[in-house]
């Protein structure tokens, strides 16, 4: 079954993920950050699906699309961005700080 | 080898990838790293009988995703210089965080089916967790008689319809909008 153990993962993971967020600078990092944290979510969702049924396991195909259409547009907005400062890394997108 | 060992060994993998993803200065090693976090959860899905999800997670993720990143890290040919990692106050406090949540998540993944119905019995009176998603059958039972997509393939095209073609609709104002936002001019 396996679920505890799973479910054990997922938290690591999404930790690591967290941590990958308010550790580093730069947009692209924190955009793969925010992706391993998706993926520690549907490690619990397709746990979770062995024991309370299938719809666990068609939400990760949702999610999957969710974060597909987001990876397109931040990294669209990341390129965006570079043309202007001609910089990824957080410290020189400033634009909106007050 | 068990299916117990082989967890445990895709386990250790998927968060020493992860960890190294993190901390890894070069940015195409840190995607690269993700990567590989990216393939031993699909081998665990594996494990968790969900192999059709197991296949879209190496085929979206690991491929289409993962290459739209890679493509843009040497487009805009950054990753190179000093490292980005913030300094030892914002790491301290980043690590007393990290710490609080995982105490918590820990404390949360080890409440079972089982604990949830007590829980969600006493909090309302009415409703066990079967009930949260309309879907009947489980992952280990569904297959043997649908077959692995068609398992998947019967709640996501009858319970899940409208969602499904909800999808549709937000993937292609994710290409449209992803076309205006990285040209130049329109």
Same mark, same amino acid.
């Given at each position: 079954?396996?679920?505890?153990?799973?479910?054990?993962?997922?938290?690591? *993971?999404?930790?690591?993920?967290?941590?990958?967020?308010?550790?580093?600078?730069?947009?692209?990092?924190?955009?793969?950050?925010?992706?391993?944290?998706?993926?520690?979510?549907?490690?619990?969702?397709?746990?979770?699906?062995?024991? *309370?049924?299938?719809?666990?396991?068609?939400?990760?195909?949702?999610?999957?699309?969710?974060?597909?259409?987001?990876?397109?547009?931040?990294?669209?907005?990341? @390129?965006?961005?570079?043309?202007?400062?001609?910089?990824?890394?957080?410290?020189?997108?400033? *634009?909106?700080?007050? | 080898?068990?299916?117990?060992?082989?967890?445990?060994?895709?386990?250790?993998?998927?968060?020493?990838?992860?960890? @190294?993803?993190?901390?890894?200065?070069?940015?195409?090693?840190?995607?690269?790293?993700?990567?590989?976090?990216?393939?031993?959860?699909?081998?665990?899905?594996?494990?968790?009988?969900?192999?059709?999800?197991?296949?879209?997670?190496?085929?979206?993720?690991?491929?289409?995703?993962?290459?739209?990143? *890679?493509?843009?890290?040497?487009?805009?040919?950054?990753?190179?210089?000093?490292?980005?990692?913030?300094?030892?106050?914002?790491?301290?406090?980043?690590?007393?965080?990290?710490?609080?949540?995982?105490?918590?998540?820990?404390?949360?993944?080890?409440?079972?089916?089982?604990?949830?119905?007590?829980?969600?019995?006493?909090?309302?009176?009415?409703?066990?967790?079967?009930?949260?998603?309309?879907?009947?059958?489980?992952?280990?039972?569904?297959?043997?008689?649908?077959?692995?997509?068609?398992?998947?393939?019967?709640?996501?095209?009858?319970?899940?319809?409208?969602?499904?073609?909800?999808?549709?609709?937000?993937?292609?104002?994710?290409?449209?909008?992803?076309?205006?936002?990285?040209?130049?001019?329109?």
């Amino acid at each position: 079954m396996l679920l505890g153990p799973a479910l054990l993962l997922s938290a690591v *993971l999404f930790t690591i993920g967290v941590a990958g967020v308010l550790l580093r600078r730069n947009a692209i990092v924190l955009f793969m950050c925010v992706e391993l944290m998706l993926n520690a979510v549907n490690l619990s969702f397709v746990a979770f699906a062995q024991v *309370l049924g299938l719809g666990g396991q068609v939400i990760v195909f949702f999610v999957m699309t969710v974060a597909a259409a987001e990876a397109a547009v931040g990294l669209a907005i990341i @390129l965006a961005v570079f043309r202007h400062t001609r910089s990824v890394d957080l410290k020189n997108i400033n *634009l909106l700080q007050g | 080898m068990s299916a117990e060992t082989v967890f445990y060994l895709m386990a250790g993998f998927a968060a020493v990838s992860a960890l @190294l993803c993190i901390t890894q200065r070069n940015i195409i090693a840190s995607a690269l790293w993700l990567v590989s976090t990216m393939f031993s959860l699909a081998g665990i899905y594996v494990l968790l009988n969900a192999q059709f999800i197991a296949a879209i997670q190496v085929l979206v993720y690991a491929g289409a995703v993962m290459v739209l990143f *890679l493509f843009v890290i040497m487009l805009l040919n950054v990753g190179r210089g000093q490292s980005d990692l913030r300094g030892a106050p914002v790491r301290f406090v980043a690590v007393l965080i990290g710490g609080a949540l995982l105490a918590q998540l820990f404390f949360l993944s080890r409440v079972t089916p089982g604990g949830m119905a007590v829980l969600a019995g006493s909090a309302a009176g009415a409703g066990s967790p079967m009930g949260a998603f309309p879907a009947g059958q489980t992952a280990a039972s569904a297959p043997v008689a649908q077959g692995v997509v068609g398992a998947i393939a019967e709640p996501l095209f009858r319970a899940y319809l409208v969602p499904f073609e909800i999808t549709s609709i937000l993937l292609l104002a994710a290409a449209v909008g992803a076309v205006v936002l990285a040209k130049r001019k329109l």
